[in-house]
T-cell receptor, first 117, second 114 residues
Framework: AQTVTQSQPEMSVQEAETVTLSCTYD???????LFWYKQPPSRQMILVIR??????QNATENRFSVNFQKAAKSFSLKISDSQLGDAAMYFC??????????????FGKGTKLSVIP | NAGVTQTPKFQVLKTGQSMTLQCAQD?????MYWYRQDPGMGLRLIYY???????DKGEVPNGYNVSRLNKREFSLRLESAAPSQTSVYFC?????????????FGDGTRLSIL
């Protein structure tokens, strides 16, 4: 079974600084997708960024980028120029590309990010 | 631009009462999902519907039933609510089960069972 581990329950960052959130996963699949979701206090689940495992290039979306290390099964999220609106729970999630498990997102337990003005 | 709409947003039930959570999406997605989120946990899949007319169990299906009413709507029913079902419930949809498209989530329903 796939598992997703976020080892940092809470983190904080000064406004305008950079922070990296960690995520590791365990899978025997070779093709899969990885996601970072943001959940602000409003409870919405907002997709931040996604990575296809077959792509070697790390995904970027404006101030958000990932460091995808397939051999190490690591998928960290870097937030640059942190803003107050970045304060939220961040969830790492995994989904295999095909097969019976491809319907299901497996989530980590989340990292609560605080942004200090 | 509604996306995924869940009703109600909040509900308090007594143990043993029944309740149906409603979910509708207007994106013409084929796949729909129900998750629950408990404190300190990520989301866990309860049931999903890969396409209209099909439903399957996820990771934590006990105590729940679902109905895929049509392509747009996917409801979650608690027949006899228990305190352990106190949680935040999320509905999500995706274009197809086997696609690279991400899931789109509703805003959640906070359900408390007394």
């Amino acid at each position: 079974a796939q598992t997703v581990t976020q080892s940092q329950p809470e983190m904080s960052v000064q406004e305008a600084e950079t922070v990296t959130l960690s995520c590791t996963y365990d899978t025997s699949e070779s093709d899969y997708y990885l996601f970072w979701y943001k959940q602000p206090p409003s409870r919405q689940m907002i997709l931040v960024i996604r990575q296809e495992a077959y792509k070697q290039q790390n995904a970027t979306e404006n101030r958000f980028s990932v460091n995808f290390q397939k051999a190490a099964k690591s998928f960290s999220l870097k937030i640059s120029d942190s803003q107050l609106g970045d304060a939220a729970m961040y969830f790492c999630a995994y989904r295999p590309y095909s097969g019976a498990g491809s319907y299901q997102l497996t989530f980590g337990k989340g990292t609560k990010l605080s942004v200090i003005p | 631009n509604a996306g995924v709409t869940q009703t109600p947003k909040f509900q308090v039930l007594k143990t043993g009462q029944s309740m149906t959570l409603q979910c509708a999406q207007d994106m013409n997605h084929n796949s729909m999902y129900w998750y629950r989120q408990d404190p300190g946990m990520g989301l866990r899949l309860i049931y999903y519907s890969a396409s209209e007319g099909t439903t399957d169990k996820g990771e934590v299906p006990n105590g729940y039933n679902v109905s895929r009413l049509n392509k747009r709507e996917f409801s979650l029913r608690l027949e006899s609510a228990a305190p352990s079902q106190t949680s935040v419930y999320f509905c999500a949809s995706r274009l197809r089960s086997y696609s690279n498209q991400p899931q789109h989530f509703g805003d959640g329903t906070r359900l408390s069972i007394l």
